[in-house]
């Protein structure tokens, strides 16, 4: 097993990102809503107010109460001032989130969680006009874990680079798993895409009603990504993985037991550093599509 560590890149990353944020004439302004008192969104805010610090970028984080927090985004869209938000979940912890994501203006949404940027990438669209010049928003922790298997050799540049790649992906939810997939069967892979319900196979831009079962998908897989939200859920064990996979757990939970650690070709424990460098490097996409 060799353990890939992504702070790393993360600082690779932060180089590039500060280096753009000053040749900028003027100033990069990012704002962060938290309501929760999830110890979890409290971390997030934290790390990403720590990121925009170390690369440049002005960074204010508002505490607001759920009564507050439409009027709040609503204001920051209206301020040319504010070139990116962040908001930080759970607001309320349901539908009504989903709801909130929307309040955001496309054009500073940092964390590209919007339907905006969503049915871009579910179209495989990765333009935001028609010159070509500003790519589309991607939301970050999927393009963290891209990011990460882009330095590993499953990944093929040029064409579509996760042919010829099978990978499943242990969540389904509408922030990163769902997302993930997608941008895997974009670059070419066959992604089983698992949740509570069971697994189905998703490629050539759509999800197909062909279902499948942990023990074929996993025997398949060149790369394993977990994102489980409970320990409740079944570990993955060394004699369910095809020898020589990349395995990346990406959730607090560790969903590999620790011979299937062992047993894989590539560990990533975490991308979480990586993923506040995407965020950061979101903003300054942002800016200079939309804001200079």
Request: include cysteine; aromatic fraction near 8%.
């Amino acid at each position: 097993m060799h353990d890939f560590n992504p702070e790393g890149m993360a600082a690779m990353y932060r180089a590039m990102i500060r280096e753009e944020i000053e040749s900028l004439k003027a100033p990069v302004n990012v704002v962060g809503f938290l309501v929760s008192d999830d110890p979890a969104s409290a971390t997030y805010a934290r790390y990403t107010e720590d990121g925009c610090k170390d690369v440049g970028i002005h960074f204010a984080l508002a505490h607001k109460a759920r009564e507050e927090i439409a009027d709040a985004i609503r204001a920051a869209n209206a301020d040319p001032a504010v070139h990116g938000i962040f908001v930080y979940y759970p607001i309320f912890g349901d539908e009504r989130d989903a709801e909130i994501k929307d309040l955001v203006d496309p054009k500073k949404d940092v964390e590209g969680l919007t339907t905006y940027w969503m049915d871009k990438l579910y179209r495989n669209e990765r333009f935001d006009d028609n010159d070509r010049r500003h790519r589309a928003i991607l939301p970050c922790t999927p393009l963290a874990i891209i990011k990460v298997l882009e330095a590993t050799d499953a990944y093929s540049p040029g064409g579509l680079p996760f042919r010829d790649q099978v990978i499943t992906v242990f969540n389904r939810s509408d922030v990163v798993g769902r997302p993930l997939a997608y941008m895997l069967a974009n670059d070419g892979g066959t992604v089983n895409s698992f949740d509570v319900h069971g697994g189905v196979v998703i490629g050539a831009g759509k999800s197909a009603d062909t279902p499948i079962d942990r023990a074929t998908a996993l025997s398949r897989s060149d790369i394993v990504i977990t994102g489980v939200p409970s320990r409740q859920f079944e570990k993955i064990r060394a004699e369910e993985l095809k020898p020589g996979a990349i395995c990346l757990n990406f959730s607090f939970v560790k969903n590999f037991e620790d011979a299937a650690r062992d047993a894989a070709r590539i560990y990533v424990p975490r991308v979480g550093p990586l993923t506040v460098a995407m965020c950061l490097r979101n903003a300054s996409r942002l800016y200079r599509n939309y804001h200079c």
